[in-house]
Structures are given as C-alpha cells and as structure tokens.
C-alpha cells in the first residue's frame, strides 16, 4: 500500500483481497470449471472490447498499448479459445488526436493500427478466427474516402468469405451489406451491417454500426433493415439453438449499464422486442460501456438474465426462461474509482475481457483481469448459466467449409497482413518464417529464417517480467536450433521491473523503442565482438545510470559507439 493509493483506493484493495480469500476459504469456485479438473469445455469464447487505438500512439511504429499484447497473450497461453470476439471501438479519435493532415496520411496511419489490431486479435487463438464487431467511434478516423470500420477481408482470412444477402429475406446468404452509402462515398467503399458464422457448432451473429463516413457516432443505433435480416436469419437457424451475438452497445434494459451508453430506443424496439425476446437460447454480448465499478469481484454484476416476458431478472439463482445479455468488460476503464482517468497514451491500470466456456451442460462467464495494478491480479468469480449443450458437438460448419482455409487463403483480399502464427508443438509440422515460440516462458521468439534443422528469430516479446533478462546466443525448439539474431521494436518498452539485461553475441539489430521507458534498466552487457545496430529511441527513458559493458577484446571504434547508445 506504499504506492500513494487514495484511502477509497485501498479500500477497494483490500476488500477484494479479503473477499477473494473468504471465497478460496469457503470452497467457493473462482477459477473455470476445467481448473478444478472437471470435464473440458466443447467450445472456449475469448471476448475483449473497445481497445481505443488513438490518443497519439497511431503514430508510433506500434500503434498499441502493451496491454493489448498482454491481453492476447495471456488467452493464448493460458485458454484454448476457439474463436476471439472484437466488441469494437479499435479505433478512435475521441482524445482529439490527428491521424493526419490529408486522406492520405490519415489512411496511412490507420492502416498500419489495423495491420497491428489483427496481427494481435489473430495471435490469441491457434485457430486465429476472430469475429470483428465495430462501434461508435470505428469511423472517426475514415472519410468518405475509406472505411476505418472495414474489417470484412480481415474477416475472411480465417473464415469463409461474407456472402451478401439479394434481401432482407435470403437466409441462404451470411451477410447483410450495407445498402445506401454516404453521398460522395468513394467508388468502392463498402460496410457490412450483420453476418452469421456457425463455427464447429456454435452460431455467432455479428452486428455492426452503419457506416456514416465521417465522425459521427452520437446516435447509438444499428440499421433496422439489416435487423429485419437478422431476424429472419435467426428464424432459418432455429428457436432452439444457442446463438451468441457480439455487438457493441448494451440493451437500455441490461443491468448495470452507465447512463446513456445503451442502444436508442428505435433500435431496442428492434432487436430486442422483435429479435431476443422470441429467442429464449440468445447470448447478447456486448462492449462500449468502459465504467467498472460494478465489476469488483463477480462477474454477474454485469449479466443480465430474462425471463419469457422480456423482463429483467437479478436473481444468479434463476434459471432464465429468456435471453441472457452479458458485459465482455473493456480494454479501458475510466471515470470511477478503479482508474479514475480518461484513457490516454499509458497503459490503463485495469483492463478486462470475457472468456465464455461452453460445456455440455453449461456455459459459464468469467471476466478476467488483464491489467497490471489493483484488480489485476484476482480472477472473477465466474457466473454459470445451466443450459444442455450436449447435441453441440464439434461438427464442420454449416456456413464454412469443413476445414478453416490457411491464412490469406481469400483470392479476393487486398493489402493483406501477415499474420504471426504460434508454433503448434502437439503437431509435427515444420516451422516456418513468422511462426513464434517461447522454450522457457519467458521471452517470446519469432522465426525469421529455416534452413533444414536450423535458422534464426528475433526476441519478439518478453511474456514476464524479470529483474535480469539473458538473450541466449542460440535457442533451441522442437529440434531446431535457431541464433537469436534481433530484439523487435518494443520488446521491452516500458517494462519498468528490468534492472539488468545480457545481450547474446549474435544479436545484430535493436529494433525501435526496444528499451524505451525502462526507467529501472541500470546495466546492459554486450556479449559480441561487434555492437548491434541500435533503433530509434531504443534506449529512451532509461536509468540515467545505466551502465554498459563489453568484451575486453572489442576494438575501441566499437567502444565509442556503445557509448553513444
């Protein structure tokens, strides 16, 4: 409690520590249901939301928070998530940040956040399905030039390719374009309104807020026609089914939600009177809403149960005869007393999302913290929802072929992105270029090159933070013995507990902003003869202190430029 927190702050504090310790002592469960060693669920659902890539980091050469990588690591490691739901707002300009002087910068800036987005959403799953939901704020960066809320090719990289509906009644079509565009929208702009995926079983409907072409985003709505579609779609799929939605905006009706963040009163009339209501196996899923007071310890706080009428009901003993609408949490709170500060540049001291476990006779809701500070550490206490999800076994979906196409796998994708592939070490299948691997838990490596059983990476992440970090001169994975060559740009950035750092003799680049703001970092030794190239603002922000070391043997030309570092 030695770090200035208010009184109210550690409080909070230790109230959780308290609670959590009273649920651990009374036997109560607050870790998935597979921790316990009960069955495995059929289906993992990983969902994060409103990850807000603005506030001047779209410049940056990594236009994302640290906390973004956190959060998509920690899935990956520590879930077998089959699918990562996106609730929107990516993107923004809410702080009043310039993505650029003209279309052409503001394009430029925001392709390469998106490029960034994807390649994190993608590396959270082996699968890298991820289900692309916009919001709000999705199209404060666009102009009528181009689309900032596009993500239909990023879509179907993994996913089959997003079939446009004739009307609003073809259900054999798995999408619902947008029809009427902004006037003076740039030929070949385009927006999908709704789709529909089954993967291995499960159904997933998307929603998407209309495309305006410029910053507009006051009105929170979705287009009623493309929800006529909707409903019909849910009508062909089946009233007994389970289908989960992922959209951004809460329902007025939802528990807990803050003033004025839900869904207008048009829209309401539609999706919920019209649609959830009639579908008693709904699972709405949803993000925009960034206040957390409400999710201190339990994840009901923010779920919401309704009965056969379309009523509320707060009651985590009810069985619910209707559709259940639940909070995925936020990549960003603010303006309560969790993170009492508008989201800007820093990390955000608490950062959350939802991971959805879908087992034969239940799906159970748990919100995890991400975030490094306060609640960080301590796991929700889950909410399960009895349901017999027996008949859902993995199948080939109905909507996609039977096996997921490869990466980039669309002929039709433009500007497409490499996505980074984890190593599957149960499969026996050669790595290759971009696949990374961590052999020791601690630093996450890319594969830059495969020559028979050897090749090279570079340090792509540190996945814990060490007071010493050793960059081996070599790492060895699945048989393959790789020279660790690189560090990539911001590998490092920020870590604020390094103190000391060896760097193998043959690493030959520092990428940007590797070290930068490693206020701690007091010493670096250089193992090879030769000094690596050194990035831009590599070493920016460290300890004034910082000492650097050498090899005896290296020449004094050498020498002086380490100095310079």
Not at 437 to 445: C, P, V, W
Not at 478 to 500: E, L, P, R, S
Request: hydrophobic letters at 35%; proline letters at 4%; a negative charge.
């Amino acid at each position: 409690m030695s770090k200035g927190y208010s009184l109210k702050k550690k409080l909070v504090i230790f109230m959780a520590f308290m609670l959590a310790s009273v649920m651990a002592f009374s036997g109560m469960d607050i870790m998935p249901a597979e921790a316990a060693g009960e069955d495995k669920p059929i289906f993992t659902i990983a969902a994060i939301s409103d990850i807000h890539t603005d506030a001047g980091i779209q410049e940056w050469d990594d236009p994302l928070r640290n906390d973004v990588y956190t959060t998509v690591d920690a899935i990956y490691f520590n879930e077998d998530a089959d699918v990562l739901l996106l609730g929107g707002d990516l993107t923004s300009a809410h702080m009043g940040g310039s993505w650029g002087a003209t279309d052409e910068e503001k394009k430029a800036n925001f392709k390469r956040a998106q490029d960034a987005i994807i390649n994190a959403a993608e590396s959270a799953t082996e699968s890298h399905r991820v289900l692309y939901a916009t919001g709000n704020h999705e199209f404060a960066v666009g102009t009528k030039d181009f689309n900032s809320g596009d993500y239909i090719e990023a879509t179907e990289r993994n996913l089959p390719k997003l079939v446009d509906a004739k009307d609003i009644n073809d259900t054999e079509a798995n999408a619902y374009f947008q029809r009427t565009m902004p006037e003076g929208t740039a030929a070949g702009v385009r927006h999908v309104l709704a789709y529909h995926y089954n993967i291995d079983g499960i159904d997933f409907m998307v929603l998407n807020t209309p495309y305006k072409g410029e910053d507009n985003h006051s009105n929170y709505e979705y287009d009623e026609e493309s929800l006529l579609w909707v409903a019909n779609k849910m009508e062909a799929i089946g009233r007994d089914k389970t289908v989960f939605f992922i959209a951004h905006y809460p329902l007025g009706t939802d528990k807990n939600v803050t003033s004025g963040k839900s869904v207008n009163a048009a829209t309401q009339a539609v999706l919920k009177e019209e649609i959830l209501d009639n579908y008693p196996n709904a699972i709405y899923l949803y993000g925009h809403d960034h206040g957390g007071y409400k999710i201190h310890f339990d994840t009901y706080e923010r779920v919401t149960t309704y009965d056969e009428n379309g009523q509320a009901v707060d009651d985590r003993d009810y069985a619910p005869a209707g559709f259940v609408s639940s909070f995925v949490g936020s990549m960003s709170y603010y303006a309560d007393e969790i993170t009492p500060y508008s989201l800007g540049s820093a990390d955000p001291n608490i950062v959350q999302g939802l991971m959805v476990y879908v087992y034969s006779d239940r799906i159970v809701f748990q919100m995890k913290n991400y975030g490094a500070e306060d609640l960080g550490s301590y796991v929700l206490k889950e909410y399960t929802l009895i349901r017999d999800m027996s008949s859902y076994i993995p199948a080939p979906d109905i909507d996609s072929p039977a096996e997921t196409p490869a990466p980039a796998a669309n002929p039709d994708a433009k500007d497409a992105v490499s996505a980074p592939v984890v190593i599957d070490h149960a499969k026996d299948v050669a790595p290759q270029a971009g696949d990374m691997f961590s052999a020791d838990g601690i630093l996450r490596y890319k594969i830059t090159k495969v020559s028979g059983k050897t090749g090279t990476v570079s340090v792509n992440k540190a996945l814990k933070s060490k007071n010493k970090i050793v960059i081996p001169d070599t790492v060895i994975n699945d048989g393959y013995t790789f020279k660790v060559t690189a560090i990539d740009k911001n590998a490092f950035k920020k870590d604020h507990k390094i103190k000391n750092i060896v760097v193998g003799s043959n690493i030959k680049k520092i990428g940007n902003n590797c070290f930068a703001g490693c206020k701690n970092l007091k010493k670096i030794t250089f193992k090879g003869s030769k000094p690596p190239a050194v990035g831009k603002n590599a070493f920016k922000g460290v300890n004034k202190k910082l000492k650097i070391s050498y090899p005896e043997k290296m020449k004094k030309k050498y020498v002086a430029i380490l100095k310079n570092v």
